[in-house]
């Protein structure tokens, strides 16, 4: 039996680590290399980075902290690269083979692709092609509709695409994604625990790893994700950020409920 995996999920937004709350709201945390640090430590599995930034301006600013002031994105990731010492999944504003090129070659094991891959879905059977499908992780960013159905949405949750994340994850997979990296919208930041109604769907209708993303307030909402969600591995963000020691008791909460972990 393959074990569950328990991610980390950082976001980036103009070079700070930010907490996002339903896409739209974004509480500034600090410097992007810290954070790393505690999870080295904590020996969490994987780790993913998305950038957010909906502009080109970077700066990580203070130079007192253990890296300098960075003006692109490249470079954040090189730093970053140096200190994470497991699986690292970058993401955001890729657009081009050259793009994945540049945050491979920098460090990444992995990317995450969501607006490209929604505009052009054979970008991602290209993607594989050149990097290899185990490379490729095709985020869906997922929410209810005015009519109370879920829809995908592209371009930073802003834009809704009319497709049913179900459809579209199973379109993803025929094109050559490795896995899938969905994240509820309508959870980001809530507290209240995954959309596993959701992620089940979508579990269910693909044969590639699923990642759960969205929601997780307490520790038992991971078990959850993997217990009634049906997810391969389970990711998230803000409870990392405050709470301490959080990817060890995370552990323990999984291995609490009889989920096949890392120990």
Same mark, same amino acid.
């Given at each position: 039996m393959l074990k569950k995996r328990l991610i980390p999920c950082l976001f980036l937004k103009n070079g700070f680590l930010v907490r996002s709350q339903g896409f739209n709201e974004h509480q500034l945390l600090g410097n992007a290399i810290h954070q790393v640090e505690r999870f080295n430590a904590w020996e969490v599995d994987e780790l993913i980075y998305i950038d957010i930034t909906r502009d080109d301006h970077y700066?990580?600013?203070?130079?007192?902290?253990?890296?300098? +002031?960075?003006?692109?994105?490249?470079?954040?990731?090189?730093?970053? +690269?140096?200190?994470?010492?497991? #699986?690292?999944?970058?993401?955001?504003?890729?657009? !081009?083979? %050259?793009?994945i090129y540049d945050r491979i070659s920098r460090g990444a094991d992995k990317v995450t692709i969501n607006?490209?891959?929604?505009?052009? #879905? !054979?970008?991602?059977?290209?993607?594989?092609?050149?990097?290899? +499908?185990?490379?490729?992780?095709?985020?869906?960013?997922?929410?209810? @509709?005015?009519?109370?159905? &879920?829809?995908? &949405? +592209?371009?930073?949750? %802003? %834009? #809704?695409?009319? =497709?049913? #994340?179900?459809?579209?994850?199973?379109q993803a997979e025929q094109y050559g994604a490795g896995e899938i990296f969905l994240n509820s919208i309508d959870r980001d930041g809530m507290a209240n625990g995954y959309d596993t109604a959701l992620i089940r769907q979508v579990a269910e209708a693909v044969s590639i790893p699923v990642i759960a993303?969205?929601?997780?307030? %307490?520790?038992?909402?991971?078990?959850?994700?993997? @217990?009634?969600? =049906?997810?391969?591995?389970?990711?998230?963000? @803000?409870i990392f950020h405050f709470t301490e020691l959080s990817g060890k008791r995370a552990r323990k909460e999984l291995l609490k409920a009889g989920i096949h972990v890392r120990n």
């Open positions: 700066d990580i600013r203070r130079d007192d902290m253990k890296v300098k +002031s960075e003006s692109d994105i490249l470079k954040i990731l090189e730093a970053v +690269s140096k200190t994470c010492f497991m #699986p690292l999944t970058f993401g955001g504003r890729i657009r !081009t083979l %050259q793009d607006t490209q891959a929604l505009a052009d #879905p !054979t970008f991602i059977t290209e993607s594989s092609m050149v990097f290899g +499908s185990q490379a490729i992780v095709v985020s869906i960013d997922v929410k209810l @509709n005015a009519n109370g159905e &879920y829809e995908v &949405y +592209s371009h930073h949750g %802003q %834009q #809704p695409t009319g =497709l049913h #994340p179900v459809a579209w994850a199973k993303c969205g929601g997780v307030g %307490q520790f038992k909402h991971l078990a959850q994700g993997i @217990n009634d969600g =049906l997810a391969d591995a389970v990711a998230a963000g @803000n």
